[in-house]
């Protein structure tokens, strides 16, 4: 146990996770959003064993921009029947699941509430084409930069070339990261896409930015995703011990809205911060971590998330790819749900599939997918072209 | 002014404004604190140091190299009829980075990082009211600026 877990009468300040739902994520036209996230819900309070009335408040994932229905937290918590328990939004782009967790973490932890549900939750495809492709041209700072065309893709475009100037990684290594991604994601039910692809495949797709092609690409899609957080004391009431996976690291930092501000474009500083806070909360270092779920929104994002996390030297992301370092059986397993890539990305709701993913990892529930005696695991998400990154570790004693 | 930088204008109002008629003018402006002398491209009203919001104006020779850059074949709305067009980071000289397209004077074969290129202040001739912006160009490119008033 790390040191920072108990105060001064000796109570057992630890949080962990006690429950875990997930919808299936893909172009889900049968379902509203507040439908989505209660499939997460139902599934996850049947896991913990509990009933609704165990739950003390909730905190919602989500990016507003993508909803026609306004405030979206009201009609989800209203859908979920929590009323009038206490619920708050958290937006931070593609991170705002992970903030979600984040927050309900500080609530437990100063003693406000007990039992939280962290529900993250996105419908993307209500949004026609010319309002997606209006929304895609103003991730980048709208003030410089969007004035010029720039795009989701084209940023990590250009830290894709940037690094494959430094260190040479290739298009090839980029296309194997979208092979293992698409490889797992055929072996998960909760996934967009299930079928396997092949580096050639990936290389004669249509190109999006240079040098990134379709297959680079995550997805777009609808789903939601659940997890239930408690106190130490409140966890050994329930009797839920043996099956906590304990959030023991948790790191959160920024950087430069404008990719002119950044002091590198060959990796996300705050994805570095918050690694190391991250492992030093948890005294743990990059070593450790037995399964990692990152945020592939781009294959260049995955190559440079093995670096920022440390899993690798810096520049040698795409040797670590190319030698399935992060494949189960390698140096550290990454993204064995199928990353984003594969899965497909509800923004909102990303951040809690990550730790959906490697919660049951820790649990031992994956089957084909299983890593052997996984007990440390890492989710990293990143919001936009990382002015935000959340990194948590988790551990199962 | 500002509605005058960029095709499209997402952010019309700024304390900068002023950079988009200097711009007009042919000028590429940065930002110089007027307290503490912190210098910033692009330029801002607020100084990050010291925290005056007095600043002025100070014109940069645009020289600078290209730190990446990435061809757009999917367009966000508003730029369809552009694509494919090139992207470039360009580390400044003086100060500072800036991101604009590659202008006619270099071919997209040509394109690569650590090259030396020349921002110069443009205006989009083809459309009626005043739009301007800035373009990568070949070293010594050379272009009109208004006199100083
Ligand atoms: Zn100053």
């Avoid at chain 1, 100037?165 to 909760?190: I, P």
């Avoid at chain 1, 899609?221 to 409140?234: K, S």
């Avoid at chain 1, 996976?245 to 060959?266: E, I, Q």
């Avoid at chain 1, 440390?310 to 550290?332: L, N, W």
Wanted: charged letters at 20%; glycine letters at 10%; aromatic letters at 8%.
């Amino acid at each position: 146990m790390v040191g920072n877990t108990s105060n001064q009468a000796g109570s057992d300040l630890r949080v962990g996770v006690i429950g875990v739902g997930h919808g299936v994520f893909g172009r889900r036209s049968d379902a509203s959003v507040q439908e989505l996230a209660f499939e997460a819900y139902r599934e996850a309070l049947q896991d913990a064993g509990l009933e609704p009335d165990a739950i003390d408040a909730s905190v919602i994932g989500a990016v507003p921009e993508y909803h026609k229905q306004r405030s979206v937290g009201g009609v989800v918590q209203e859908y979920l029947n929590l009323n009038p328990k206490p619920t708050w939004l958290t937006e931070v782009a593609c991170a705002s699941g992970s903030a979600a967790i984040r927050t309900a973490w500080m609530a437990i932890r100063s003693g406000l509430h007990q039992v939280v549900a962290v529900i993250g939750c996105q419908k993307m495809t209500e949004l026609t084409t010319p309002e997606i492709l209006a929304l895609m041209g103003r991730v980048g700072d709208v003030q410089w930069e969007s004035v010029f065309g720039t795009t989701f893709p084209g940023y990590y475009a250009m830290f894709a070339e940037r690094h494959r100037h430094e260190f040479g990684t290739s298009e090839e290594q980029l296309a194997l990261v979208a092979v293992k991604n698409h490889y797992y994601g055929a072996r998960n039910d909760k996934a967009l896409f299930r079928k396997e692809i092949t580096v050639e495949k990936a290389l004669a797709s249509d190109p999006v930015a240079s040098p990134l092609r379709v297959y680079d690409c995550c997805a777009n899609a609808d789903g939601a995703a659940c997890v239930i957080l408690a106190g130490a004391d409140r966890i050994r009431e329930i009797g839920a011990g043996d099956r906590t996976v304990w959030l023991d690291g948790l790191g959160c930092a920024t950087a430069s809205m404008s990719v002119l501000r950044r002091p590198h474009l060959t990796g996300l500083p705050s994805a570095e911060d918050a690694a190391q806070q991250a492992y030093a909360m948890a005294g743990i270092t990059a070593g450790d971590i037995d399964v990692a779920d990152v945020h592939d929104c781009f294959t260049i994002a995955e190559i440079m998330a093995y670096e920022d996390l440390g899993f690798c030297a810096k520049g040698e992301g795409g040797r670590f790819i190319a030698e399935k370092q992060s494949y189960v059986g390698g140096t550290t397993p990454v993204n064995i749900d199928g990353g984003l890539k594969a899965k497909g990305h509800p923004i909102g709701a990303t951040g809690v599939s990550m730790a959906y993913e490697i919660i049951r990892q820790l649990r031992g529930e994956c089957g084909e997918r299983q890593v052997p005696d996984a007990s440390v695991g890492l989710t990293h998400n990143v919001g936009g072209i990382g002015q935000y990154c959340f990194v948590n570790v988790f551990r199962r004693e | 002014m500002f509605e005058w930088f960029g095709r499209v204008s997402y952010a019309p109002h700024t304390k900068v404004a002023g950079f988009a008629r200097h711009l007009k003018d042919g000028r590429l402006m940065a930002s110089r604190c007027e307290q503490c002398g912190h210098v910033s491209f692009p330029p801002r009203a607020d100084c990050p140091q010291c925290l005056s919001d007095q600043f002025a104006f100070d014109e940069l020779s645009g020289v600078g190299t290209v730190l990446t850059y990435t061809k757009i074949d999917a367009a966000p709305a508003g730029f369809e009829e552009l694509v494919p067009f090139v992207v470039g980071v360009v580390d400044l000289t003086e100060t500072g980075r800036l991101l604009a397209w590659f202008g006619e004077s270099i071919a997209d074969e040509e394109i690569a990082i650590g090259m030396p290129v020349q921002v110069v202040p443009r205006i989009f001739e083809e459309l009626e009211q005043i739009k301007v912006y800035y373009s990568l160009e070949r070293p010594g490119t050379s272009w009109v600026k208004a006199d100083s008033s």
